[in-house]
């Protein structure tokens, strides 16, 4: 692990007080996509048993507890998806010199003003071993993560590349040096050393995206077993 105090990149000049980012479009459409595997691809089993025997019309649905999980299952997965991607493609961060505010559907507002700011916390490089996110490329002026902490530690704020591009993270650390705060910049560190630097600076998903895999897909072949037996093909 090593700390650049100057590590920041320039900010191109930009006359407008307020910048708003929003998702780029590879991460709206890949979003919508992922929703999809979510609630067609890997329930395809439930939805062509269901389809297929024409269960609308048994008089077991909604009535049986046992006979309608599936299904509940099925409308809670469509549900979550749903809001995964509401929340996601209709993001937007707004900063300017006050603070910023960070506003989608399915989501609280949350709007911050940077004496409220205790610490930002500029990582190039987390090391979350053998995963799909090490595999991208990072441009040479891109964090891998900009955590904007409040003065008891807690995290207001997580800007990344991936969802609202460099250009969101750069404003970010401008606005938050013209405030005067305090900013950290991280070369490179692993998920255990950032947790005991800065405990609340990732979520849960941060920090064990292997497990939420494993239980992602716990849930899906529970759930098409279930189905196969309660419904058979």
Known sequence: MSNSP???PPVDDDSRPTRTFGPPA???LGTLGVGFVFVVVLEFLVIISFVGQRLWNDPAL??????????L?????AAGSAIFCLRIITAWLQIDEEGFELRSLA???????????????AVRDIDRGATPA?????????YDGVYVMDGAGRRVLAVSSRFFGPRAQEMTLHRAREAGATIDHIDAITVKDLQ????????FVDRHPNLL??????FYVFHNVLTFAVWGL
């Open 6 to 8: 100057d590590a920041t």
């Open 26 to 28: 590879p991460v709206v």
């Open 62 to 71: 909604l009535r049986d507890l046992v006979f309608t999980t599936p299904l």
């Open 73 to 77: 299952l099925w409308v809670l997965v």
């Open 107 to 121: 989501r609280r507002t949350r709007k911050v003003r940077w004496g409220e700011v205790g610490q930002v916390i």
């Open 134 to 142: 090490e595999m991208l490329d990072a441009s040479g002026t891109t």
């Open 196 to 203: 005991e630097q800065a405990p609340q600076a990732l979520s």
């Open 213 to 218: 895999l494993l239980l992602l897909a716990a």
